[in-house]
Each structure stands twice: as structure tokens, then as C-alpha cells.
T-cell receptor
Framework: DAGVIQSPRHEVTEMGQEVTLRCKPI?????LFWYRQTMMRGLELLIY????????DSGMPEDRFSAKMPNASFSTLKIQPSEPRDSAVYFC????????????FGQGTRLTVV | QKEVEQDPGPLSVPEGAIVSLNCTYS??????FMWYRQYSRKGPELLMY????GNKEDGRFTAQVDKSSKYISLFIRDSQPSDSATYLC???????????FGAGTQVVVTP
């Protein structure tokens, strides 16, 4: 298996634009997690899914953020409109187990909003 | 105050030395403790996982948990340049709970 695949690896966009980040989890993993990593706040869980259903979105910072998982092999994280403070590395992770201890992370999307 | 405190470093050691990393936490409900390694421009990968107090050893890595002091440690013996990375501690209260991560400590092992 190729692991968790995220795209794009880098994204530079202007403030106010819509940004869509994509993730393909490891096949067979029922849990998918979206994280954001910044120098100031470290690694934060934004939302996680079980069997394509959002379970906990309490980490989503604002209504500008939304996430979907239309099927077991694809998820998106959308920011609309984007702001400079959204600049961060966004990680997607997937796991077999309910807790995210054994989660496998993708390589991340580095987002810069100018 | 953050629930999990971790010195960001950088921590620079010569090859072959012991690397000592630690985290403190404030939530006495935490029972599951992990250490992740993150190479530059990569996602974190799980290194060690410990439940409750005690020690766990895996090759050159030893994880220690002292719940009475709310303090966890990771030791890397015979450090190698390939150990240069950021090490993040993480913990949660139960098997379903949200992981709380430390800020990560950058480690540099010089040849």
C-alpha cells in the first residue's frame, strides 16, 4: 500500500480564495483524521471520520472550514474563504483502530495564504 | 497553560550520545502516552506507546511514564544522525479520546 496520499503537497493562494485539500486513506482503514500543524499551536485535530461519517468536528476552528468524506477512499478539507492565519501544514491520517494512536499520517499539504 | 508542555529545543547531541526528551502534563486523567517522530516535511510516525505508568523498551528507545509527577520521558541510546528529527509526545485519557500533542522537540545528532 502506498500509505496515506495527500494532494497537493504545496498550495499558495490569495486571501479570500477557496482552498480544497484532498486525502486518500490507506485501504481498509475505517478512521480518517484531519490535523493542522503550526509553530504556534503545534499539531491539532480538526475533525475525524468513522466509516465516512464525521464523529467529532469540535476542532474545526470556524465555519469557514468544512470536511467531507463521500466514500471510504477519499476525503476533502475545504477552507472558504481562506485567510492568512490559515497558513499551516495540514495532515490527513487514517487508522484501523478507534483511537488514533496507530494512525498513519500522510506527508501533509503546506498551505500558504497571502 | 497548555495541557501538554514540551521544550521545543533544538537539542543537539554528538553521535553515540543518549538523547533525553520529556514532557509534562496537567490532566491527571491521561492514561495513554505516545511518542511520535517527525522528519522534516513528513508526517509524524508512531515510535512508542505506553499505557499508564512504567517503562517500555524497544531497541534503542525507552519510554518512561511517571503519572505521580505527570512526567513522561523518551531516551534514545547510541544516537545516530538518522535520529535527527522532531519528537512529539502525545497523550489521551481513554482509548477513544482525542490525542493532545506536545509542541515537539527538535533533535539534531551530529556525526
Amino acid at each position: 500500500d502506498a500509505g496515506v496520499i495527500q494532494s497537493p503537497r504545496h498550495e499558495v493562494t490569495e486571501m479570500g480564495q477557496e482552498v480544497t485539500l484532498r486525502c486518500k486513506p490507506i485501504s481498509g482503514h475505517d478512521y480518517l483524521f484531519w490535523y493542522r500543524q503550526t509553530m504556534m499551536r503545534g499539531l491539532e485535530l480538526l475533525i475525524y471520520f468513522n466509516n465516512n461519517v464525521p464523529i467529532d468536528d469540535s476542532g474545526m476552528p470556524e465555519d469557514r472550514f468544512s470536511a467531507k468524506m463521500p466514500n471510504a477512499s477519499f476525503s476533502t478539507l475545504k477552507i472558504q474563504p481562506s485567510e492568512p492565519r490559515d497558513s499551516a501544514v495540514y495532515f490527513c491520517a487514517s487508522s484501523l483502530t478507534p483511537g488514533n494512536t496507530e494512525a498513519f499520517f500522510g506527508q501533509g499539504t503546506r498551505l500558504t495564504v497571502v | 497553560q497548555k495541557e501538554v508542555e514540551q521544550d521545543p529545543g533544538p537539542l543537539s547531541v554528538p553521535e553515540g550520545a543518549i538523547v533525553s526528551l520529556n514532557c509534562t502534563y496537567s490532566n491527571s486523567a491521561f492514561q495513554y502516552f505516545m511518542w511520535y517522530r517527525q522528519y522534516s516535511r513528513k508526517g509524524p510516525e508512531l515510535l512508542m506507546y505506553t499505557y499508564s505508568s512504567g517503562n517500555k523498551e524497544d531497541g534503542r528507545f525507552t519510554a518512561q511514564v511517571d503519572k505521580s509527577s505527570k512526567y513522561i520521558s523518551l531516551f534514545i541510546r547510541d544516537s545516530q544522525p538518522s535520529d535527527s528529527a522532531t519528537y512529539l509526545c502525545a497523550m489521551r485519557a481513554d482509548s477513544w479520546g482525542k490525542l493532545q500533542f506536545g509542541a515537539g522537540t527538535q533533535v539534531v545528532v551530529t556525526p
